[in-house]
C-alpha cells in the first residue's frame, strides 16, 4: 500500500471535523500538518477549533494559523453560523484543549513543507483556497513542487449551494480558487456533484462513535449540522462535504472522473462558478460519480479499525 504524505487546510467547521476525525484514521495516510483557513467562522475561531480536534483525536501533528482575510484583502461580510453554529463546531460547548499553534504561519509552513517533501505532498484543502493561493505568489516554484492538491469545493455540474452556480469555499475566495487553478498542478475537484451523493445521518453515526470519549460531542454537532438540512431540505440525513475529499484522498478507486481544465468565473452573476474544459490531457480531474456505500463503509470500517482498537 502506498503512503501519502498529506497537509491538510481546512476551515473547522463541523464537517471538517469529520473529515479529520476520518483522515486521521486512514491507513494509507501519512499526516504531516494542519493548516487553518477562515470560512466556516473567522481564522482566529477555526484555529481554536483545530486544536480542540487535534487535542480530541489525540493527533501529533503541528497546527498553523491561515489567513484572516482573502487574496484581494477583502473580509467576509458575515460567516454562516445558521450552519456550523457561532462557534463553527455547533454551539453545543467547546471543551478545553492543551497544545498550540506553532509561530510559522500556514503560508510560510506550505512553502516550507513543500521544499521538505518536493514532488510527494498531497495538498488537500477543504476550505477557501486562500493559503494555497498565497503560497502560489509568495513563492513561484511552490506549486510545482507538490505532487497534488485535491479540493473539495466548486461544482460542474450541480448547482451551487450558496449562488445557483457557485459553491461556498470558491465563491469564498475565487481569486484564490483562479490562482490555484492557472498554476497547472495535477488537481482534483471533489465538489458538489459528488459530495451532495453521499449521505450521512444520526443513525449511521450513533454506532460508530458509541463508547469514544468524544462520541458525544460528535453526535452533538452532527445535530446541529442535521439540523440546518431539515430547515433547508426538509431532510434528517445530510451531504458529506469535506468527508468525500478525505474518501477521494484514500479510496481514489470509489470515484468517476472527468479530466481537463478548470477556471473560475471572477465576474458578474456567475462569480465563483468553476468552468471546466474537458481535454485528455488537462492538468485537473473532476469527480462526478463515487460509489457512496462504499465510501460509507470505508469511513465506519476507518473509525472502527483505529479508534476502537
Ligand atoms: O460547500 C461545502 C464546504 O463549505 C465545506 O468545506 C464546508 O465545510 C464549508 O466550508
Ligand atoms: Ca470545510
Redesign the pocket.
Known amino acids: 500500500m502506498t503512503t501519502k504524505k498529506v497537509v491538510f487546510d481546512t476551515?473547522p467547521?463541523?464537517?471538517?471535523a469529520m473529515a479529520l476525525l476520518y483522515l486521521n484514521a486512514c491507513e494509507n495516510i501519512n499526516l504531516l500538518a494542519i493548516t487553518t483557513i477562515l470560512?466556516?467562522a473567522d481564522i482566529a475561531q477555526c484555529t481554536r477549533n483545530a486544536l480542540i480536534l487535534r487535542d480530541m483525536f489525540d493527533i501529533k501533528v503541528p497546527v498553523y494559523r491561515g489567513a484572516a482575510c482573502h487574496i484581494n484583502g477583502s473580509e467576509p461580510e458575515d460567516y454562516?453560523d445558521f450552519v456550523?453554529g457561532a462557534d463553527g463546531l455547533g454551539d453545543v460547548g467547546l471543551p478545553e484543549f492543551e497544545g498550540d499553534i506553532e509561530p510559522e504561519n500556514a503560508t510560510t509552513a506550505l512553502i516550507e513543507l513543500s521544499k521538505k517533501h518536493a514532488g510527494e505532498l498531497t495538498l488537500l484543502a477543504?476550505?477557501r483556497l486562500t493559503n494555497v493561493a498565497l503560497a502560489v505568489q509568495q513563492d513561484p516554484e511552490f506549486a510545482g513542487r507538490l505532487k497534488e492538491i485535491i479540493i473539495?469545493?466548486g461544482s460542474a455540474e450541480h448547482p451551487g449551494?450558496v449562488t445557483p452556480w457557485a459553491?461556498?469555499?470558491i465563491i469564498?475566495d475565487p481569486e484564490a480558487a483562479e490562482v490555484v487553478f492557472q498554476t497547472g498542478t495535477p488537481l482534483t475537484m471533489v465538489g458538489?456533484d459528488v459530495?451532495t451523493q453521499t449521505r450521512m445521518s444520526h443513525e449511521f453515526l450513533e454506532p460508530i462513535t458509541r463508547g469514544l470519549p468524544f462520541g458525544d460531542f460528535i453526535l452533538a454537532i452532527n445535530r446541529t449540522y442535521a439540523d440546518y438540512h431539515v430547515r433547508s431540505e426538509n431532510r434528517h440525513d445530510f451531504p458529506v462535504?469535506?468527508s468525500s475529499a478525505i474518501a477521494f484522498t484514500t479510496r481514489p478507486d470509489l470515484f468517476g472522473r472527468v479530466r481537463g481544465q478548470l477556471s473560475c468565473t471572477l465576474e458578474g452573476k456567475e462569480r465563483g462558478r468553476t468552468v471546466l474544459v474537458e481535454d485528455p490531457s488537462g492538468p485537473h480531474e473532476v469527480c462526478m460519480e463515487v460509489d457512496s456505500e462504499k465510501m460509507l463503509e470505508d469511513y465506519a470500517a476507518s473509525i472502527r479499525r483505529f479508534y476502537h482498537a
Open positions: 476551515d467547521g463541523i464537517d471538517d470560512g466556516n454562516p456550523h477543504v476550505g473539495m469545493g449551494n459553491e461556498a469555499n469564498g458538489l459530495t462535504h469535506d
